[in-house]
């Protein structure tokens, strides 16, 4: 199977509405909406730094879009469509099969066509580019945060963490716990019904990607501001809850890969009903900074980072 | 240096007019234009693959994006801006501060500012997709040639196969003829004005990146028809033009690289001058296939087939 064939087989469809042109020219051609911005996002995903190489591919393939639609959820975007840049060792039918299969499943489920990529031989790498829209001005940004504006989060917290921690060896599960923070680790969830309804409402936002602490804390960069974060309020799911507490603040705080967003708003703002848990975490103050305390409000020493591609 | 002081220290800067907000939040956000359509186009570049591990950082940053403002050049769009996500085995900043400034110069002068992306540790690869605009229905495509009209190509075709001939050891050259093809390989130029000048003009466009005969190839499917092409016609630089014909053929009708455009137009068709020279190199008939024929109309047996990244 050649490389045509392969694109051919596996990623080309008919061109969707509001798609001119998708996969087989040079470039996609889409319309834009008229008054609505563009708003673009692109992520890599690396085998054995964002995924295991025994992942089953049809979840690697949800998970690949799923972090990129993600970053258009924090901005409170619509999807439009996206592409995908794909090396591949070889290509192998039974993994492309798989792995099409979750990515064009998540895609239709938002209405987010695959309109164009490239595909190579080489170690096994995942780049995918995500377009969305917004009306103009509308678009949530990490530097709007306000003093006294409330901090919060979507869904839970730590799971993929304590999945990696599993598959690390560092923590033993039953397999009931084991198959619940892996299907969070493997298959998230982008909140794009969330950021979409948070427009003109939330005052900031962003996607937990790295964990809580650093992307919170490009949150306070960018607004110039500080914030007071409690961490038992952070939501867990069950298993990670029964978990000893240096190992849920590990998950927590610096967990990453939850994909859940993280929000702030002014107090007695009338948050979305979107089908998602939506909890109040901490308060943005003027101090700079991201003070960590317990429920009875006395710092927590943590000693945890978020994650860095370079210093980790 | 963590993997966001270096976005920041090479990467970031100022967003330019027609981007709300560039690099450094989840979404890049940009100002489609009225009217215009939105041409989206992504490449990935592999060391061992598409580069040496030997190449000068700065030429590595200009190809990464020239081939991309290429694929922009063959549908004649107007570029607007890129992202770039990188998989780096570290992080070294005398090879990034070569690398963004290559890359960074070609963006300049083309007013294509990168708005986004990603860095992540692993095996080197570069994934830049691109951006562009052009009024609706304008946009070139594979899919317009017609029986009559006459195949042209811009600049000349096959110094960058050449090049890499001499890297693999199986051609010598004189230190300046392998200087000037290794220039064509290393810094190839995106056809950009001469793209937007084609526009209303070629029924057709492509550029030549996996070889003429393949990426003709794909124009004869996409418009249903064949093609007689003329090997002796093929434009060639003078270091190519001494080179023994197997070598020549090679090189103009499989190189690949080129990055030149290959367009079709009516006979008497009025082309434009933007400094690049256009030569006829063929006609697009009825039956279906591509005859490769040398000067005086007779077939020429070539035994060579287009660049595929599975099948070669």
Redesign the interface.
């Known amino acids: 199977?050649?490389?045509?064939d392969?694109i051919r087989r596996f990623f080309q469809r008919p061109a969707p509405a509001g798609v001119?042109?998708g996969v087989?020219?040079?470039?996609?051609?889409?319309?834009?909406t008229?008054g609505?911005?563009?708003?673009?996002?692109?992520?890599?995903l690396?085998?054995?730094?964002?995924f295991l190489s025994t992942v089953d591919p049809a979840r690697l393939g949800h998970k690949a879009l799923a972090v990129n639609l993600s970053?258009?959820a924090?901005?409170g975007?619509t999807p439009r469509?996206f592409?995908?840049?794909?090396?591949?060792p070889?290509?192998d039918e039974a993994w492309l099969a798989g792995f099409a299969g979750g990515l064009l499943a998540l895609a239709d489920a938002h209405g987010c066509p695959l309109?164009?990529?490239?595909?190579?031989?080489?170690?096994l790498?995942l780049?995918i580019?995500v377009?969305?829209e917004?009306p103009?001005g509308q678009?949530l940004?990490?530097?709007g945060a306000r003093v006294g504006d409330e901090i919060w989060v979507s869904g839970t917290l730590g799971d993929a963490r304590l999945a990696l921690e599993v598959f690390r060896g560092s923590v033993a599960l039953d397999g009931a716990g084991f198959a619940a923070v892996r299907e969070a680790m493997e298959r998230p969830t982008p909140r794009l019904a969330l950021g979409q309804a948070l427009r003109g409402l939330a005052t900031s936002?962003?996607?937990v990607s790295d964990g809580l602490l650093g992307d919170l804390g490009h949150v306070l960069a960018?607004s110039g501001v500080g914030a007071r974060l409690d961490v038992d309020a952070l939501p867990r799911s069950a298993v990670l809850a029964s978990q000893p507490v240096a190992l849920r603040h590990l998950c927590g705080l610096a967990g990453g890969d939850d994909y859940e967003l993280v929000f702030t708003a002014p107090p007695g703002a009338r948050l979305p009903d979107v089908g998602v848990a939506l909890t109040r975490i901490g308060v943005i103050e003027a101090e700079p900074g991201l003070r960590v305390v317990d429920g009875r409000g006395e710092a927590v020493a943590h000693g945890l980072q978020s994650f860095?591609?370079?210093?980790s």
Chains 1, 2 share one sequence.
Not at 115 to 123: A, C, I, K, S
Request: proline share 4%.
């Open positions: 199977m050649g490389e045509f392969l001119d042109v087989g020219d040079d470039c996609a051609v889409l319309a834009p008229p609505q911005r563009w708003l673009v996002s692109s992520d890599m690396v085998e054995g730094r964002h970053d258009l924090a901005c975007a469509g592409t995908l840049a794909l090396a591949l070889r290509a309109v164009g990529g490239d595909t190579t031989q080489g170690p790498n780049c580019t377009f969305g917004a103009a678009a940004l990490r530097s936002a962003i996607d960018a860095d591609h370079f210093s």
